[in-house]
């Protein structure tokens, strides 16, 4: 999975063109690229030769093989378009004065998943930008769990090129969907980069916004992560979110949550149909918005948007 394009072509296609979503994937192992202090845009440093460059290769945005990218991750390719490839699904609850989300940073600690944590430091609302921080315990992650997805806005990606660079291993991450397509675009490729120290990665399911680029994003669950944390469809005021558990990585994680009673599980065959009507809705709206006032060809035919969704309207 390697294209013949590198930064300048990255430049023109993907920052120039509003679609960058300042995750990072393109800096975090790439000496070419960086990303703005301030606002968190991937920028070109200096000019590059590589006909085949790891920024392009890593950036989400450039292109996204779903399919390929889910059968070297997981082994199998999705079932359900709307959540991605999925082992299960629950509705949970904290059994402390911890939130969710905390707790499983905790229980991933515990379980000897990870020895290192990259999180997200808020360093601006308006506009939202975070930078990553790597973190050595459950102690320490606490004052960087986000409260929003908001709060982890930023190029957080690089923080695992940082764990990297310090000889840290068993690093996990917790980030938005799209920081997670990143890094399962450099670990799914043919690129040599000690992105492979990843041992988790768990997902904040996103409602998409904030930055120019969240209105092309398709993917709100974090389809790419071991785990996958949704406030998104559980009952409101609650306290409750779904944990969607798409490896035996994630399996693991939340098992030594309920067992060392961090969290509990209050509904196993939970009511999914909210959730899905959210995903796919936005999914719907950011999926026109890609499309734009171009023409779709199918073979001989050439299509407007509108033209097409009459002929796909139920």
């Keep these: 999975?390697?294209?013949?394009?590198?930064?300048?072509?990255?430049?023109?296609?993907?920052?120039?063109?509003?679609?960058?979503?300042?995750?990072?994937?393109?800096?975090?192992?790439?000496?070419?690229?960086?990303?703005?202090g301030e606002t968190g845009e991937a920028y070109v440093v200096d000019e590059c030769a590589e006909t085949v460059g790891l920024c392009y290769n890593a950036c989400p945005r450039s292109f996204l093989p779903i399919s390929e990218i889910e059968m070297k991750l997981f082994g199998k390719t999705r079932i359900d378009l709307?959540?991605?490839?999925?082992?299960d699904i629950i509705q949970v609850k904290s059994k402390n004065n911890e939130d969710i989300l905390t707790n499983?940073?905790?229980?991933?600690?515990?379980s000897g998943i990870v020895k290192h944590m990259v999180l997200g430091e808020p360093k601006s609302k308006k506009p939202p930008v975070s930078f990553p921080v790597?973190?050595?315990?459950?102690?320490?992650?606490?004052k960087f769990i986000p409260k929003s997805t908001m709060d982890n806005a930023g190029p957080l990606v690089t923080g695992i090129g940082i764990a990297y660079k310090d000889y840290k291993r068993d690093i996990g991450i917790l980030a938005n969907p799209c920081h997670i397509q990143g890094l399962a675009k450099i670990l799914a490729s043919d690129f040599n980069t000690g992105a492979e120290r990843t041992s988790l990665s768990i997902a904040y399911a996103c409602s998409s916004g904030g930055m120019?680029?969240?209105?092309?994003?398709?993917?709100?669950?974090?389809?790419?992560?071991?785990?996958?944390?949704?406030?998104?469809?559980?009952?409101?005021g609650s306290g409750e979110a779904f944990l969607i558990i798409r490896?035996?990585?994630?399996?693991?994680?939340?098992?030594?949550?309920?067992?060392?009673?961090?969290?509990?599980?209050?509904?196993?065959?939970?009511?999914l149909s909210e959730m899905k009507r959210f995903i796919n809705k936005k999914r719907k709206k950011n999926f026109l918005t890609l499309l734009g006032k171009g023409l779709i060809t199918a073979r001989?035919?050439?299509?407007?948007?509108?033209?097409?969704k009459d002929i796909l309207q139920d």
């Design 1 to 36: 999975m390697k294209i013949e394009k590198s930064s300048q072509e990255l430049e023109a296609e993907v920052i120039y063109a509003g679609l960058c979503i300042h995750c990072g994937a393109c800096s975090s192992f790439c000496s070419h690229m960086r990303n703005n």
């Design 82 to 87: 709307a959540v991605g490839v999925y082992n």
């Design 104 to 110: 499983l940073v905790s229980a991933a600690f515990e």
């Design 134 to 142: 790597v973190v050595d315990n459950p102690d320490e992650a606490k």
């Design 212 to 236: 120019s680029g969240c209105k092309f994003c398709t993917d709100f669950s974090g389809e790419f992560s071991d785990l996958s944390y949704s406030p998104w469809g559980a009952p409101k």
């Design 247 to 271: 490896t035996e990585v994630g399996q693991k994680v939340v098992d030594t949550a309920v067992n060392n009673k961090l969290i509990e599980i209050t509904e196993a065959n939970p009511d």
């Design 300 to 308: 001989y035919l050439n299509l407007n948007v509108d033209e097409l």
